[in-house]
């Protein structure tokens, strides 16, 4: 099991490194379910690009820095936006069917553009892309493709956390054979995705466990602004919809959002209305559901034709309709979900990281480009950018075969049978989660929480040790760290910005407000929720 590139992810962060690798290096491209089990694949929306006449990249960066509150890297912000059209034509060379509209692609509008810029695949665009891409992949001589195995580990050739440390492999679990081996390679690529799974309800597919942001952290890399979670505000509510969302473009197709009984409440929350940053919609949502003791609000669409829901929502149109909820004639159930982890690993817009020999992209990197609240549309964008960005870095690189195992590498073993427990611990972490570090948070809750995780992270590191590697083991502990770093950052976080709001801080600071969390002082060990500080950034 020796490659040039191991990738671990096949979203479309993962597929477009994989692609522009296989030419010319060896790869393989892990997948802990099947290669279409991502979060790139239940992507509705589509990609933002400025490519309507009027439009530009500096329009396109203005509407991206103020969504992000203030916290966007203006640089890489600038780098990956300008790529947005290129990225587009990429995806179209390579197979991907975008709406058409006349002679170009039809555009549609979501909140906090201030134009029509989203290129999408009718109501399924990501979807579309991971089936185009994920067959190119498929074709490929030179991609071994490794699904259903999950990520246990990076492999590294000196300390964690030191000058000295490089990245030389992975520790798999494949999850069919029950087998624990290891995967060397010169190259390592994260495109593991996000941390959705951290709270109760979330759009995020169930392998997204943050599996990557926690292997990173644990071989001493930085990990940034990790508060940051962004709540779709409409995320279907019905006790049948399995994390499905109701895409912005709904609002951005003159989508209303209503109280129970008809009243419209988002303009007196902010004067763009339906059409605010998702951070401020999420919110305005909640309030109104604990003022009027609610567990949704009516998302509502029904004033346009059904042969314009047809063309423009076929997905969720045939969705709704089978929980009984006909959009064309009644309006939507909805409430927030947890859907995007704006934090992660600390990168560069060609996914380089703190650790040689490791780059991270997509979800799982922090580059900059969502500052303290994602901007609808621009995930997709950042997936296809920094993954062709990452592989021409490796490319330029001068192909080395991969290091033989060091002492310490674990040899190769079988998986323990998962305990009985876990599911119950994992379900107890996301309705904490989701209860006292939602969308809306305290002083107070944030405290409960810490008292929670640390021992919980103190008590999976030690299962580990004891009991060996399984499947829920490996995504609880990873689960634990992640919330764990979640909480440290919205508590040394003292302002509310974004997508963190604290009720008992209620304002923007004035204070520098960047965050890096630094690599544990005992990289791989247990630590309690209190060791775990965050720093402030670097300019």
């Known amino acids: 099991m020796e490659f040039d590139v191991i990738i ?105 553009h201030g134009q029509r810029r989203i290129a999408h695949a009718a109501d399924a665009t990501g979807s579309a892309i991971v089936a185009a891409l994920g067959a190119r992949a498929r074709g490929q001589a030179g991609i071994t493709l490794l699904e259903h195995h999950c990520a246990v580990d990076l492999l590294l050739a000196g300390p964690p956390g030191t000058a000295q440390a490089i990245c030389r492999g992975v520790q798999l679990l494949d999850l ?45 890399c930085r990990i940034a602004n990790m508060e940051f979670t962004q709540f779709h505000p409409t995320g279907l509510h019905h006790p049948q919809a399995a994390g499905f969302l109701i895409s912005e473009a709904v609002r951005g197709e003159g989508g209303v959002l209503r109280l129970p009984g008809g009243a419209r409440f988002m303009p007196a929350h902010d004067p763009r209305a339906e059409l605010a940053p998702r951070d401020i919609v999420a919110r305005a949502i909640q309030t109104e559901m604990a003022r009027h003791g609610l567990d949704c609000v009516h998302l509502d669409i029904s004033h346009q034709p059904r042969d314009f829901l047809l063309a423009h929502f076929p997905t969720i149109h045939a969705r709704c309709l089978a929980l009984g909820i006909d959009i064309a004639s009644m309006p939507i159930p909805v ?23 490791l780059h991270v992209i997509g979800e799982a990197a922090c580059t900059g480009l969502h500052g303290a609240n994602r901007l609808a549309s621009n995930s997709l964008l950042e997936c296809v950018v920094t993954g062709r960005a990452a592989a021409q870095d490796i490319l330029q690189r001068a192909a080395m075969p991969p290091r033989a195992a060091g002492a310490g590498w674990a040899a190769a073993r079988t998986a323990s049978p998962p305990s009985a427990d876990l599911a119950r611990l994992r379900q107890d972490l996301r309705q904490l989660m989701s209860r006292d570090v939602g969308v809306v948070r305290s002083d107070a809750a944030l405290r409960r929480a810490a008292a929670f995780i640390g021992p919980l992270r103190a008590a999976m590191e030690a299962r580990l040790l004891r009991e060996g590697p399984s499947l829920e083991l490996l995504e609880l502990r990873n689960l634990a760290l992640v919330a764990d770093l979640i909480v440290q950052g919205a508590s040394a976080r003292r302002e509310s910005r974004g997508a963190h709001f604290n009720s008992d801080r209620p304002e923007w600071s004035d204070a520098r407000a960047g965050r890096v969390m630094p690599p544990p002082a005992q990289p791989g060990g247990a630590l309690s929720a209190a060791a775990v500080k965050p720093v402030p950034a670097t300019p």
């Open 8 to 112: 671990i992810g096949s979203g479309l962060a993962g597929l477009a490194a994989a692609l522009e690798l296989a030419p010319r290096r060896r790869v393989a491209l892990v997948s802990k379910g099947g290669l279409a089990d991502s979060a790139s694949n239940r992507a509705q929306g589509g990609i933002a690009a400025p490519l309507a006449e009027g439009d530009s990249v500096e329009a396109h960066v203005r509407d991206t820095l103020v969504a992000g509150a203030g916290l966007c890297d203006q640089g890489a912000t600038h780098g990956i936006i300008s790529q947005a059209c290129g990225a587009i034509a990429w995806l179209r060379e390579h197979g991907v069917a975008f709406t058409a509209d006349g002679q170009g692609l039809h555009l549609t509008r979501e909140g906090g």
């Open 335 to 357: 409430a927030p979900a947890a859907h995007y982890t704006c934090g992660g690993v600390v990168a560069d817009v060609a996914g380089r990281s703190g650790l040689a020999g």
């Open 176 to 220: 069919r054979g029950g087998r624990v081996f290891e995967a060397a390679a010169a190259h390592v690529v994260l495109a593991s995705g996000g941390a959705g799974q951290v709270y109760g309800t979330t759009t995020a597919p169930p392998a997204a466990t943050g599996d990557g942001i926690a292997m990173a952290w644990r071989a001493g």
